[in-house]
């Protein structure tokens, strides 16, 4: 049986232990999105409008009118001491918002989440300081990372692409190859020649929400026409989901070929390096045919006369 069974690819012991700090953090950032639910659950049946004149109910004003109202709960206030000089929305407006009432066990529960919140943002803050410090060897790596389109607003992106592909691009030996181990392709749901699903697996769980949120951001961006280009032609076909991954795996590609060479992206380097597929190359009376066959109508060049 020796050598029948293809090994499987366990990277280095500081790429697991930085993965499992990475994921982590991504757990600890799923948790506090919960409690801020919860705390705007409590404000909005308290009839607390906060949200329609703040842009962030737990940023600073917004925080410091919560606190007021949670330690005297049943007196009207003047908002504009707790209110930050930067704020654009009115006082009145403001004042307006908190006109309403809590009572004690909503008050009792929204204090709760507060601190749960607090206490989870002291515990992200040190995970992330560990995260640095682990990633700071492979700051060569990362650099080339960072040069992705997306992947250069937060140094915390360019640490999860690499905590989830292992740094070592030689271990995947095409771009399939890693679009496959980040789980970012369909699967093969499949019986007797029947195609049954063509969902993506769910072995990217950690990664994949990541791939998207930047692949949303780059196609809504007018700097990288490379990737819009390429949304808008898959989207008018087969929908904005599939357009997405496929925004995915193209970022993918961009991260292979980017780590394979040693050199930072560029739209001109990326597309060069792409191979032509010979079976999608017509000729002239192929490609009229296939207009015709698809509802166009050829009509000559009319020159004019003059």
Avoid at 183 to 206: A, D, E, L, M, P
Avoid at 235 to 259: D, F, N, Q, Y
């Amino acid at each position: 049986m020796c050598g029948m069974v293809k090994s499987s690819f366990i990277p280095h012991a500081d790429i697991r232990e930085l993965r499992d700090l990475v994921r982590y953090r991504f757990k600890l950032t799923c948790i506090i999105t919960s409690e801020k639910n919860r705390a705007h659950n409590c404000l909005t049946v308290s009839n607390l409008k906060l949200d329609d004149v703040f842009s962030d109910i737990f940023g600073k004003s917004s925080r410091s009118i919560t606190e007021q109202i949670l330690q005297h709960p049943e007196e009207i206030f003047d908002v504009s001491p707790f209110v930050d000089g930067r704020c654009k929305t009115h006082i009145e407006e403001i004042q307006a918002a908190v006109n309403g009432a809590i009572s004690k066990e909503q008050a009792v529960k929204l204090r709760q989440c507060l601190n749960h919140i607090d206490e989870l943002e002291l515990h992200k803050a040190e995970i992330e300081r560990e995260i640095f410090r682990l990633s700071d060897k492979y700051e060569s790596v990362l650099s080339l990372i960072r040069t992705v389109p997306g992947l250069d607003k937060t140094p915390m992106t360019a640490i999860q692409v690499l905590s989830e592909i292992a740094g070592d691009i030689s271990v995947f030996p095409t771009t399939k190859n890693l679009i496959s181990w980040t789980g970012c392709c369909s699967r093969n749901n499949q019986s007797n020649h029947k195609i049954k699903s063509t969902r993506i697996s769910r072995v990217g769980f950690y990664f994949n929400p990541v791939l998207v949120q930047v692949a949303n951001a780059l196609i809504k961006s007018k700097k990288h026409p490379e990737f819009t280009t390429r949304y808008r032609r898959i989207k008018a076909r087969r929908g904005h989901k599939k357009a997405i991954i496929a925004i995915c795996r193209m970022i993918l590609a961009v991260i292979w070929h980017i780590l394979s060479d040693l050199k930072p992206y560029t739209p001109e380097s990326f597309l060069a390096s792409r191979p032509v597929n010979k079976s999608k190359i017509l000729t002239t009376s192929q490609t009229l045919n296939l207009l015709k066959q698809r509802g166009y109508i050829i009509k000559d060049d009319v020159v004019p006369v003059t």
